[in-house]
């Protein structure tokens, strides 16, 4: 082959390779802004709209979405396996004891519906989820937090796995700090992401062990005495509407008083407790309970590395029909 023949080979070859790099990226961007502007422009706007309309009539709904996010993208990947249900075949995350008192998953399916009937098929449940998550944050008085979207669903529900990935409530702060660190998320983002105990409330069960049989003493006494009065049986009824609120002076605000609070020895779980006193934590929960700006800012950094966590794109997973149930057909 000539040299001049060689030359144009390899132009051809460069040129080949960059368009199937380019099908390639064209095929699966992974996560975007605005990932809907073409196949579903309202997407965004009707998810908006749902969550506005269901916050209006049960104000709970927003600690739900909340929630959602860390229950689901903190367990290996982004990508709605929370919302499935059981099967025969296998166990919901949902069913899990690490879930309790989780609830409004219903209310994923309205927000599903609105959407399937303007775009069938197009807007993944993980992506709702997330999104139901940022504008969940913003009825409870937070931050608007841009997140992307371009997400996948996942086919198989992850309670097998659950307890690796998910920190407990009386877990030790290293073992807290490493399970975050997991997935990018470090020291300060932990202290802000625990914020988010700021809003909604804990279940007597998730905090007896500090009441009975002896009240823990490292519990600010003025706040034993609410706590007792809200959960006075020491084995209580898990059925049973017996709560705390976390934060007794704005329960419904998503704001810095969280920090304040366990401060001063009324964090109500231990994680709350611990959090306060460790020395890798204590010096980012006072800079938070000094600056609500700085709490947001890495509240927002936070939720943004979790949203982002391992995500199904392109053509992985699938977009389901139902946030409940993956397709049948696969």
Not at 2 to 21: D, H, K, M, Q
Request: proline letters at 5%; aromatic letters at 8%.
């Amino acid at each position: 082959m000539g040299s001049r023949a060689l030359f144009f080979f390899l132009i051809g070859l460069v040129s080949l390779f960059a368009l199937t790099a380019s099908a390639e990226n064209e095929e699966d961007p992974g996560l975007v802004m605005n990932f809907y502007k073409d196949t579903c422009p309202q997407a965004e706007d009707i998810i908006k709209e749902q969550v506005r309309l269901l916050y209006k009539r049960h104000k709970n709904t927003a600690f739900s979405w909340l929630r959602n996010i860390f229950h689901d993208c903190a367990v290996q990947s982004c990508d709605a396996s929370l919302l499935l249900d059981t099967t025969r075949r296998q166990l919901s995350e949902k069913d899990m004891d690490r879930s309790f008192g989780m609830r409004n998953f219903r209310y994923m399916e309205t927000i599903k519906e609105a959407l399937e009937r303007e775009c069938p098929g197009v807007v993944s449940c993980a992506d709702i989820l997330v999104l139901s998550a940022r504008d969940g944050i913003v009825a409870l008085g937070g931050p608007y937090i841009p997140l992307k979207t371009g997400r996948r669903d996942g086919r198989k529900s992850r309670a097998e796995i659950l307890e690796q990935y998910l920190p407990d409530h009386n877990d030790s702060m290293p073992v807290v700090l490493e399970r975050f660190a997991g997935i990018g998320i470090d020291t300060p983002g932990v202290v802000a992401l625990l914020g988010a105990h700021s809003v909604g409330r804990t279940h007597c069960v998730k905090l007896v062990h500090r009441l009975y049989p002896e009240v823990d003493p490292a519990l600010n006494p003025d706040h034993v005495e609410h706590m007792l009065y809200k959960c006075p049986d020491a084995i209580p009824d898990p059925k049973a509407v017996q709560y705390v609120r976390n934060d007794r002076g704005t329960p419904m605000i998503l704001d810095n008083n969280y920090y304040r609070n366990i401060l001063d020895n009324k964090g109500l779980m231990m994680v709350d407790h611990q959090l306060a006193e460790d020395k890798r934590t204590k010096p980012y929960v006072k800079k938070m309970a000094k600056s609500q700006n700085y709490f947001f800012k890495e509240f927002a950094r936070a939720i943004t590395i979790l949203s982002e966590n391992n995500p199904l794109t392109g053509t992985k997973g699938e977009i389901r029909k139902q946030c409940n149930l993956a397709n049948k057909l696969h």
